[in-house]
């Protein structure tokens, strides 16, 4: 069996939706996270899940590696972390194992972090492309210079929060939260409007 097959067999779709902060109601449907989704549109099955609203479907490794962003193989060593996966162990043995003990408050800010920093990578991406100097004389953009100084930063908190041991993972959560998460995600919300903005005059021209 497969280190993917492993992990697929212990943890299904609804545990690890669960696990990491979606509501799931009665008929195990819970608001995609994918789209902007006000009613619950994504139906949760035992080894894969289908969203009537956009269309996403997948296994428990796809649905996590969409949620953070994540490679399959990282979303698969994730779920195994979080689940205490032994890959040399049974799947019957480890489908008697808990769920790596985070309380429900300090998962909901974990999640929050990385979701912010995973849109700010996003962006910073983007900006170290998009803004590159086109020769050595030209004057490098801030966004081009602030995407080469943060790019190694965030990806560093995205490790530490996703793979670190759990007391880790708490110390940068508080750092995150001591204003700078907040901070960031309002500069985040601010920069799309002005883009969504500037592509309404755009379209109005």
């Given at each position: 069996m497969t280190f993917f097959e492993t992990v697929k067999n212990s943890v299904t779709v609804k545990q690890a939706a669960e696990h990491y902060g979606c509501k799931v109601n009665r008929g195990d449907m819970i608001c995609c996270p994918f789209h902007d989704d006000r009613h619950p549109s994504m139906k949760l099955n035992e080894d894969?899940?289908?969203?009537?609203?956009?269309?996403?479907?997948?296994?428990?490794?796809?649905?996590?590696?969409?949620?953070?962003?994540?490679?399959?193989?990282?979303?698969?060593?994730?779920?195994?972390?979080d689940f205490g996966i032994d890959p040399d162990?049974?799947?019957?043995?480890m489908a008697l194992k808990k769920p790596y003990p985070l309380a429900r408050a300090f998962r909901n800010d974990e999640m929050y972090c990385q979701r912010v920093l995973c849109d700010y990578l996003h962006l910073l991406e983007r900006w170290k492309v998009e803004y590159a100097p086109q020769s050595p004389e030209d004057d490098?953009?801030?966004?081009?210079?602030e995407a080469c100084h943060m790019i190694g930063y965030v990806d560093y908190l995205l490790d530490v929060l996703m793979f670190a041991e759990l007391e880790r993972r708490v110390q940068v959560v508080d750092m995150l939260l001591d204003g700078t998460?907040?901070?960031?995600?309002?500069?985040?919300k601010r920069l799309e409007k002005e883009v969504s903005h500037r592509g309404e005059e755009r379209a109005i021209a």
């Open positions: 894969y899940f289908y969203c009537f609203g956009c269309g996403t479907t997948g296994d428990v490794i796809d649905f996590v590696a969409r949620l953070f962003g994540l490679s399959s193989y990282e979303a698969a060593k994730k779920l195994a972390y162990k049974p799947p019957a043995a490098p953009d801030d966004r081009f210079v998460i907040t901070a960031l995600e309002q500069r985040l």
